[in-house]
């Protein structure tokens, strides 16, 4: 974020501001894609700034992955941790608290079931009145086109 608020105040012939969205991937996405469909409105800056802020404190982000193998090289868990996921199967279904901090929001035993969890965590958001959910993936196509033929 530094590096963005550092160029956003060397160009000066543009008025800017800088909205961290503490998401990755879609979160964003959709945060950025909305900001710009209002400015297309011609909704007043401050205001598509302030619903953008909003959207990012009623977004949440769910994701999981095939192995732990690179939250342990990145630090987000330890060895012993990353040794016992993968010898269990363990699955941790992995969301993003209000600081952008990771954290597993439950875990499960084996790919498909964290992919079945992850769908029904999807389902319990629209219940509830989500607007809006997108499927990602990082080398998982299949399993993504299901998951989205599901909804």
Request: proline fraction near 1%; glycine fraction near 8%; aromatic fraction near 6%.
């Given at each position: 974020?530094?590096?963005?608020r550092a160029?956003?105040?060397?160009v000066?012939?543009?008025?800017?501001?800088?909205?961290?969205?503490?998401?990755?991937?879609?979160?964003?996405?959709?945060?950025?894609?909305?900001?710009?469909?209002w400015l297309?409105?011609?909704?007043?800056l401050?205001?598509?700034?302030?619903?953008?802020?909003?959207?990012?404190?009623?977004?949440k982000t769910?994701f999981?992955?095939?192995?732990?193998?690179?939250l342990?090289?990145?630090g987000?868990?330890?060895?012993?941790s990353?040794?016992l996921?993968?010898?269990?199967?363990?699955?941790?279904?992995i969301?993003?608290?209000?600081?952008?901090?990771?954290?597993?929001y439950?875990?499960v035993?084996?790919?498909?079931?964290s992919?079945?969890?992850?769908f029904?965590?999807?389902?319990?958001g629209?219940a509830?009145?989500?607007?809006?959910?997108?499927?990602?993936?990082?080398?998982?196509?299949?399993?993504?086109?299901?998951c989205?033929?599901?909804?």
């Amino acid at each position: 974020m530094n590096v963005v608020r550092a160029a956003a105040e060397e160009v000066t012939s543009l008025r800017t501001t800088v909205l961290d969205s503490l998401f990755l991937s879609m979160g964003l996405g959709q945060v950025v894609e909305q900001a710009a469909q209002w400015l297309k409105e011609r909704a007043p800056l401050g205001d598509v700034v302030s619903r953008a802020r909003e959207m990012v404190a009623q977004s949440k982000t769910y994701f999981v992955l095939r192995t732990v193998e690179y939250l342990r090289r990145g630090g987000r868990i330890g060895a012993v941790s990353a040794a016992l996921a993968g010898t269990l199967d363990l699955k941790p279904i992995i969301s993003i608290d209000e600081h952008g901090k990771y954290f597993s929001y439950r875990r499960v035993r084996g790919r498909n079931q964290s992919l079945r969890e992850l769908f029904e965590i999807a389902r319990e958001g629209v219940a509830a009145g989500a607007n809006r959910v997108a499927v990602m993936h990082g080398g998982a196509d299949e399993e993504a086109r299901a998951c989205a033929r599901a909804s």
